[in-house]
């Protein structure tokens, strides 16, 4: 199927690794060990070291990646001009099916994407296995590294062991998104994943994805899942009280918990009654506003 299927992941960016990793750590996820990543800078060029590296949230549906520099020597891959504008959400990754036949809609649609950029990282190991990835990024995106992504070895990066969070965290539903030109970005989003955009209640577009079974995970059932487009003045209505350092801005993501937030709850996080749940400020997570969906 030549279109976007499921939100994949989302990333939260910094400069160091370690103040992010607690910050998550504290709200109640579990996650995977540090993983230095490596990749082609070109579709024909050779796979090299990044100065990258990443710890992640593995949930049933979805992950959230904690992507910061780790060697400032190597190739940051962008992540250095993500983060001068600000620290938090930099990355949405929606899932597919069949790379090759997305890359072809996407040239067909005028996008000017070279070609399949692969990605690769050890897992538990610098040494151990390594998971691949097929990646085809929209080039150049204002809003950050937006992208289509299929995960060439999902096992082993969704094992059981990392998939346990105290928070009771399951599914990745939505990235919520601010532009000054809703329109043009949800113009953008659509050409990279080949789906419509609807009009979003709060003001603004969206982007719903149908879901399909193990896009987002070995495990991931069939889940509609969202990309939110917002004017500027309705970020308050959605995420109250934050505000956008910049535009365009991903603000926050939904997450969904699978016992009703009881054990968000049971955290001691200063959390904010929001319309999707409940909601830990930006300053907690990196930048980012994370709402835990019941």
């Known amino acids: 199927m030549?279109?976007?299927l499921a939100l994949d992941h989302v990333g939260v960016c910094a400069q160091t690794l370690a103040p992010l990793v607690a910050a998550y750590e504290r709200l109640g996820f579990s996650l995977s060990p540090v993983a230095r990543q490596s990749g082609c800078r070109t579709p024909e060029g050779p796979v090299e070291p990044f100065g990258t590296?990443?710890?992640?949230?593995?949930?049933?549906?979805g992950y959230v990646?904690?992507?910061?520099?780790?060697?400032?020597?190597?190739?940051?891959?962008?992540?250095?001009?993500?983060?001068?504008?600000y620290e938090g959400l930099h990355i949405l990754a929606l899932g597919v099916?069949?790379?090759?036949?997305?890359?072809?809609?996407?040239?067909?649609?005028?996008?000017?994407?070279?070609g399949i950029a692969w990605l690769e990282r050890p897992v538990d190991a610098p040494d151990g296995p390594r998971a691949k990835f097929a990646?085809?990024?929209?080039?150049?995106?204002p809003e950050g590294r937006i992208q289509l992504i299929r995960h060439l070895t999902?096992?082993?990066?969704?094992?059981?062991?990392w998939m346990d969070h105290p928070n009771r965290a399951d599914a990745l539903l939505a990235l919520i998104m601010v532009s000054a030109n809703p329109a043009e970005t949800a113009t953008r989003l659509s050409r990279l994943c080949g789906l419509p955009f609807l009009p979003d209640p709060a003001g603004g577009f969206q982007i719903r994805l149908p879901g399909a079974a193990g896009v987002a995970g070995p495990q991931a059932p069939v889940l509609e899942t969202v990309v939110r487009i917002l004017e500027a003045d309705a970020l308050g209505t959605v995420l109250p009280g934050v505000v956008a350092p910049t535009l365009p801005f991903m603000a926050g993501m939904v997450i969904r918990t699978d016992d009703g937030n009881a054990a968000v709850r049971g955290l001691a996080l200063p959390l904010v009654e929001v319309p999707d749940g409940l909601?830990?400020?930006p300053a907690l997570a990196g930048g980012a506003a994370v709402v835990f969906a019941p």
């Open 65 to 85: 990646e904690l992507l910061a520099i780790l060697d400032p020597a190597l190739y940051d891959n962008q992540l250095g001009r993500f983060i001068g504008r």
């Open 135 to 141: 990646r085809l990024p929209f080039p150049d995106a």
């Open 53 to 61: 590296g990443n710890r992640c949230a593995f949930l049933r549906h």
């Open 97 to 114: 099916a069949d790379e090759q036949a997305n890359l072809a809609r996407m040239r067909q649609a005028g996008i000017p994407i070279p």
């Open 2 to 4: 030549s279109s976007a």
């Open 279 to 281: 909601m830990v400020p």
């Open 154 to 161: 999902p096992e082993l990066i969704w094992q059981p062991r």
